[in-house]
């Protein structure tokens, strides 16, 4: 069964390549960067306790080579501020125009750390912030035209590389005390054993999902109840709502979504850091009759011994910690892990800097308690990128769907030459070679700021004020 499903599926990725794979490009030759904002605070689609009126947005990155093909890659941001990340991707572009591509590949871990510790420009960070969102970007987009050229989605070439030059990518620079190179080693190898199975499995049924498209804190009770049907009708079975500006309203708002979802459906909640570290602990037990899977960042991200504390507190009443999205790099994350500020691994393939760490993380998280990765997603592009993760995951690393989903929110999938699709409540594994990264020219020009069409038109209309 399992050779036939994989059969099938590598004669799609072989026909998927076919314009790919006779390009050999050699060297980077150019970086354009481009500042795209799509207007989602009209309809308060992205709404939260701590972002009230987001535009999904994204740093654009395209890297040319001395060949056809391209690497396509992006970082995320909620708007204003956007055009401060592009300008730090052209500051680091030239440590990546003009390279060698065997000089990348052959010592990626290198290649990295020239992006992250930089003997100036490291102290704008170092590794967070502004600038660790500009290297993801351009990491994205190397690791894009990697797969390209081997004419692989993101998520099999992972799976197919070797585990020495897998790990070969990552930087273990401070991350020693929670995992070795040898150990990270070790865990992939180990996992050999059933890969196949498990690919052909995840071919076969996708990777589950949750949504988090019903339940933003600005949509009113009758679109609420609305998307909740249309949800459940799509296959859903988990839910994720926004809570943490007001205790009745998030009562009378979970009571909704109970009533709509029944009583055995997972739900989750996420208070986006709105709360202190007591503040968090009792208004969570008010929420805990509602059966709650997790609390998602409860507090700072920043406060692992503020999350630890939450955690303790909640865990007997069965609600799990859940956080990562803007935890910003591995060394955050090793702390976490190892002081039992979370339950659920969040990665953000945005916010860390690029597949490399991410795989770090996964590793690490396997590592030091088997905690489930749960990737953070929406935004622009964020589920194309993190399905791939997901599912790298469940075949290379942790071998099961054990408390495992991964967030999916519908919102401008349609801008992506290859969106990612979810059928059933699950994620269906994409067979196109690259990171799924690639916008579409239309949009791209459509939301470019302030100079897109969409843009030239709100501005007009008075929608939107130029900055």
Known sequence: ???????????????????TLNM??????????RDIRCPTSLEKDGSDAMNLAPDYSAPYVVLSTDSQLEGHGFTFTVGKGNEIVCHAIKVLSKFVVGLKLS?????????????????????????????????????????????????????????????EKLVSTIDFRYMTDGMTREEAIAVLKEMQAGKKEREADVIAKGFPAYTTSCGWLGYDDVKLRRLCKEALAQGFTQFKAKVGTDLEDDIRRLRIIREEIGPDHLLMVDANQKWEVQEAIDWMKKLAQFKLTWIEEPTSPDDILGHAEIARALNPLGIGVATGEQCQNRVMFKQFLKAKGLQFCQIDACRLGGVSECVAVILMAKKLGNIPICPHGGGVGLCEFVQHLSIFDYIAVSGTYDNRVTEYVDHLHENFKNPCVVKDGRY???????????????????????????????IAEGVYSAE
């Not at 399992?2 to 314009?19: E, P, V």
């Not at 100036?120 to 993801?136: D, N, S, Y």
């Not at 594994?429 to 709100?458: C, H, I, N």
């Open 428 to 458: 269906v594994v994409p067979k196109a070679p690259g990171y799924s990264a690639d916008m579409l020219e239309s949009s791209l020009d459509k939301f470019e700021y302030p100079t897109g069409s969409e843009w030239r038109r709100l």
């Open 1 to 19: 069964m399992a050779d036939g499903i994989l059969a099938w599926y590598d004669r799609s990725i072989r026909r998927s390549s076919a314009t």
């Open 103 to 163: 000089a990348i590949f052959d010592d990626f871990a290198s290649f990295w750390r020239s992006l992250t510790s930089e003997d100036q420009m490291r102290w704008l960070g170092p590794e967070k912030g502004v600038m660790h969102l500009a290297v993801a970007a351009i990491c994205n987009a190397v690791w894009d035209l990697w797969s390209k050229m081997e004419g692989k989605p993101m998520w099999k070439f992972l799976v197919d590389m070797e585990p």
């Open 24 to 33: 050999a490009p050699t060297q980077i030759t150019a970086c354009v960067v």
